[in-house]
């Protein structure tokens, strides 16, 4: 792929170096192009489940690719072995790029990596991506602020390093704001009820997109009250994504992303969450 000659192009990459690259939600358009321009001089690619097999696929033919995608309770390589697989790359002088869906500062453990890294004496440059909750609440047509219902808008997770669901409530049930939760649908029931528990009205309205931004993307909206039951009713499964606030009523009158109703199944591909509705990566 051809891309666009810019003005004061910063320098491709260096070996020894990490780049830390978002992929973006799933669709590849979304890549920046300076995270395609990385992935076309790399020498070693290490991706994640959720990055789009179009993205891995950017890299030269002569380029590793390792593969290190988590899903539920199903981890090719514990984090520690992810990050000390970086160091050995970049020791080794390869020009390395680090694939992460979303963005790799917004749970993506980029941090973490980072600081493996630094400590290794190894420079790393961070490339943002466009995070699951921009990305896909885009597609969904749910805008994540709105004059009218939302002044402000807080992502969190739904899965702490424990397993726990540990969060400040009290914050997350605040009125007039979006509420963004990341890797929350296994615990869809307890998350809507201490909402609803520490003072967000049960009608407050709420849905759930799974695979946003691909070809495989749903969208099931309720309320506090009923979305854990809608969202066993549709089979929705992971990876998806949480979104509560007056915003989600919008849908489905700003819904303008026509997914295929029929994904067409292509060869396998490590990594590849495109039409596979069996992963349980969230």
Not at 120 to 128: F, K, L, Q, R, S
Request: hydrophobic share 45%.
């Amino acid at each position: 792929m051809s891309l666009p000659d810019l003005p004061n192009p910063r320098p491709g990459p260096a070996p020894g170096h990490v780049y830390l690259v978002g992929a973006g939600p799933g669709d590849p358009e979304l890549l920046t192009l300076r995270g395609a321009r990385l992935v076309a001089g790399a020498d070693a690619i290490v991706y994640d489940n959720l990055v789009s097999p179009a993205i891995v696929d950017l890299a030269p033919a002569s380029a590793e690719r390792h593969y290190v995608g988590k899903k539920a309770a199903d981890h090719t390589l514990p984090q520690d072995d992810i990050n000390q697989l970086l160091v050995r790359l970049a020791q080794a002088g390869k020009r390395v790029v680090r694939l992460k869906g979303g963005d790799p500062f917004i749970f993506g453990r980029g941090g973490e990596e980072m600081e493996v890294l630094v400590a290794a004496g190894i420079t790393v440059e961070v490339v943002p991506g466009v995070t699951a909750a921009a990305g896909i609440a885009a597609y969904a047509g749910i805008p994540l602020t709105h004059r009218d219902h939302a002044r402000s808008v807080v992502f969190t997770t739904g899965f702490l390093k424990d397993g726990a669901l540990d969060l400040d409530w009290p914050m997350l049930a605040r009125r007039g704001q979006t509420l963004v939760i990341y890797m929350g649908i296994s615990r869809l029931p307890d998350i809507c009820r201490e909402l609803v528990a520490h003072g967000l009205p049960a009608d407050t309205p709420a849905g759930v997109v799974e695979r946003g931004t691909t070809p495989a993307q749903r969208v099931a909206v309720g309320t506090l009250a009923n979305l854990p039951q809608v969202v066993a009713d549709e089979g929705i499964r992971p990876p998806a994504l949480t979104i509560v606030g007056d915003v989600v009523g919008l849908y489905p009158r700003l819904a303008w992303f026509a997914p295929d109703s029929a994904p067409v199944a292509h060869p396998p591909h490590a990594g590849c969450t495109v039409v596979h509705r069996g992963d349980d990566q969230e």
